[in-house]
């Protein structure tokens, strides 16, 4: 009955959650959880899956944090969905312990933020935007500001600018923006 309890608090909830026993099997996925991933159990255990879909080793991986005894706070993660946009989660986890401090095994719980982010890019590019326009004279001044300030928000790894050249009324490249992480 207390399992079917918590099984049906948690599959309630709007926030990832998995949990561990103390030997590192995967005992509990919620709801939210499924729909973040359909990963199997084994993968999640393993953690393949979000090695695969994030830029996490398995060692930096809040399970497997949380299953060491850390207390994971505030992780950003960006996960990669096949056929889907990716998503931002902001990740909470820790170890669970009884009364003694035994290990009993671990919870983390993944909070979709992706809206929130992605909000908050726009706002920025806004603002650069707008400082930009207020500093320029000219397009072609403006251009690659502009562009970084798109291309950041976008999460492109490279923009180009073309105006027409009214004189030969032929397309010219004005300026381009490549991510410095980014090798054309």
Same mark, same amino acid.
């Given at each position: ?8 608090? #948690?599959? $309630?909830? !709007? ?5 561990? !026993? ?10 939210? +959880?499924? !729909?973040?991933?359909?990963a199997t159990? /084994?993968?999640?255990? $393993?953690g393949r899956?979000?090695?695969? $879909?994030?830029?996490? $080793?398995?060692?930096?991986?809040? +399970?497997?944090? &949380? *299953? ?5 706070? !505030?992780?950003?993660?960006? =996960? ?21 401090? /035994?290990?009993?095994?671990?919870? =983390?719980? @993944? ?11 726009? @706002? ?24 970084? &300030?798109? /291309?950041?928000? @976008? ?7 073309? @105006? ?11 300026? *381009? ?6 090798? #054309?």
């Amino acid at each position: 009955r207390e399992r079917r309890f918590l099984q049906a608090l #948690l599959d $309630s909830v !709007d926030v990832g959650v998995l949990a561990c !026993d103390g030997d590192g099997r995967l005992v509990l996925r919620n709801n939210a +959880m499924r !729909d973040i991933t359909d990963a199997t159990a /084994a993968e999640i255990e $393993s953690g393949r899956w979000l090695e695969e $879909s994030s830029h996490l $080793s398995a060692a930096e991986q809040p +399970m497997a944090r &949380a *299953y060491a005894g850390q207390h994971v706070r !505030d992780l950003e993660i960006d =996960v990669r969905t096949p056929g889907a946009r990716n998503k931002t989660f902001l990740v909470n986890g820790q170890p669970i312990r009884d009364a003694d401090g /035994a290990r009993l095994g671990a919870v =983390v719980a @993944l909070h979709d933020v992706t809206d929130r982010r992605r909000a908050q890019r726009f @706002l920025e590019c806004e603002l650069a935007v707008t400082r930009v326009f207020e500093e320029a004279t000219t397009v072609e001044e403006a251009g690659r500001g502009v562009l970084e &300030a798109v /291309a950041i928000a @976008l999460r492109w790894p490279h923009a180009e600018l073309w @105006l027409v050249d009214k004189v030969g009324n032929v397309l010219r490249n004005c300026t *381009y923006w490549t991510d410095p992480r980014y090798q #054309l």
